[in-house]
């Protein structure tokens, strides 16, 4: 055990790691619709190395069934009491990579999709909350720390203090994650008292009330001991108006209780070194195969332009969330400054629908490929120069860290994760992994990639040094589970 470890936990008078569940809707790679199955899927590992044994606790949803119904075990089963209902519950156990995973089997509940939408989700979720508090105590492995996620698990705090206080579980410390505060599980208060059996005295905004309704996240952000987001500056960011959602009150109110921890990258996965899916490897003491993984990317997205233009990249849901109220706003005004952009990217259609047009009027020079792509989405961040990523919001982001292993520099704006992660060139010290700008600006976006342009152009060595920083960050997970492993044990 790390020595740092042995020493806070005697200062508690603990001599062992705390034990953890993570509870989460989704758990990568059994079952994945966005960064918390990543998230959820790696933390394990990585505390594993670090002497906590954490499992998972998680649906057994359709996608899971049909993959790995071979390898999983039954350990036993019971009835979930939902209002007036009464549901059977499977607790099935898998063990992947060494890590335990326990799968709550209800074929209604998790018959097809992760995310039904609407008041079926709101069902699906209430039913697994109550599914794992009640599977806790025969589990055989008894959690320190229950380590929930986003609004889907919001409400097991909730219960846990207000109905299993007596009982052995009650023990527990909660942490409750939020990877998007922008969803929170609102319905309405009969539907809590009805399938939760929650005391109408909690439908106060002290307790669960927000805007009229009741939220799952409300209630785990009032309820639970701790609470994390997944940047420092995100965590900051959500106890303001702008960016808290309704919350910002009751996260202000907890501020002392709120950390913000970094997410990391699957360095193994992305490894310019060693990724089998790019046309030449590299690393940063030998830069030479970028230019070749360029010159095959630009080839396979039908670009034309001699090596020396720069190729601006992005890679990424298209929604407001992403800055593409920006890009709309000055794309062929960048396209001016001669360079080459290639969009990797699927989601709103009037985004889908401008950039294909953007694609007709600068053919040759810019490529939109509309589409989920993650062999590509690799290809990509080893050929392009820059990332562009100008966010309105963003919780932590994962692509500019996956671009700077790749030595392709972002181009972001300061927000949230972008902002810890990127540290802006400075053109007098030569520091620096990246460009950024503060506001949330169309032309302010632009004459910073007009600035990133001119060093790529005017000034290569100062470029490579950029390059070279950006590729030795450290944004392994291992990093992060540390600083959750800091985090259980103080809760202790
Ligand atoms: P968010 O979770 O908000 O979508 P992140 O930057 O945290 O944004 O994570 C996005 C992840 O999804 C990255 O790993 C990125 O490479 C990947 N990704 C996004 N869009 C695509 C796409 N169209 N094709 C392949 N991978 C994508």
Known sequence: ?????????????RDRLPNVLLVSAECAPISKTGGLADVVGTLPKSLAALGIDARVITPYHRCVKDRYHDQVEHMFSFSVDLGWRSQYCGIERLVLDGVTIYLVDNEYYFGDRIYRGGMAEGEQYAFFTRAVLDAIPNLGFFPDILHCNDWHTAMIPVLLRTQYGLYVHGKMKTLLTIHNIAYQGKFGFDFFADMLRVDERYYTSEFLELNGCAAFLKGGCVFADRLSTVSPSYAAEICTPYYG????????????????????????VFNPFSDPLIAKTYDR?????KQACKEALMLEMGLHAGPRTPLIAMVTRMTGQKGFDLVERVLDEMMGLDICFLLLGSGEWQYEQFMREAEERHRGRLCAYIGYNEELSHRVYAGADMLLMPSRFEPCGLSQMIAMRYGTLPIVRETGGLRDTVKPYNMYTGEGNGFSFANYNAHEMKATVEMAVNVYRGQPDAWLALQKQAMSEDFSFARSAGDYARLYIEML
Do not use: V
């Not at 709120?258 to 699957?266: Q, T, Y």
């Open 245 to 268: 959602e309704g919350l910002e009150g009751i996260l202000n109110a907890r501020r002392a209780q709120l950390s913000g921890i970094i997410n990391g990258i699957d360095t193994k």
């Open 1 to 13: 055990m790390k020595r740092e470890f042995q020493q806070a936990l005697a200062a508690k008078g």
């Open 285 to 289: 003491g030998h830069l030479k195969g």
